[in-house]
């Protein structure tokens, strides 16, 4: 069973950077796509980054664009989301996942829909 666990979340000012961790344990390669996705209250989940683990090819919602990086270490199993200019309505539960590619694409829009294994999330604050 997959098992994905994340740290690193906490509270930043706007303008400043964070960076998130997922370990990844337990047969994660499974699916090919790892990837984040967030939650803020009153807003429905939505699906920010994802990586295609195969290849390291990268893929990101237009909200975060420019702003967020993906990244991977294989030899570690974990995966990365460096935030930075983060803005105020970046505040939310952000969940590694694991899940499907379509072909060799991660469509990150697809990462609240599954199928896929999520962690249990980390916090992520930023004030104005």
């Known amino acids: 069973q997959v098992r994905l666990v994340e740290s690193g979340g906490g509270s930043v000012q706007a303008g400043g950077s964070l960076r998130l961790s997922c370990a990844a344990s337990?047969?994660?390669?499974?699916?090919?796509?790892m990837g984040w996705l967030r939650q803020a209250p009153r807003h429905e989940r939505e699906g920010v980054a994802g990586i295609y683990i195969l290849d390291g090819s990268t893929s990101f919602a237009d909200s975060v664009k420019g702003r967020f990086a993906i990244s991977q270490d294989n030899a570690n199993g974990t995966v990365y989301l460096q935030m930075n200019s983060l803005k105020p309505e970046d505040t939310a539960m952000y969940y590694c996942?694991?899940?499907?590619?379509?072909?060799?694409?991660?469509?990150?829009?697809?990462?609240?829909?599954?199928?896929?294994?999520w962690g249990r999330g980390t916090q992520v604050t930023v004030s104005a």
């Open positions: 996942a694991a899940f499907l590619p379509k072909g060799r694409f991660c469509d990150v829009s697809s990462i609240p829909r599954g199928p896929g294994v």
């Open positions: 337990g047969g994660s390669y499974t699916y090919n796509c």
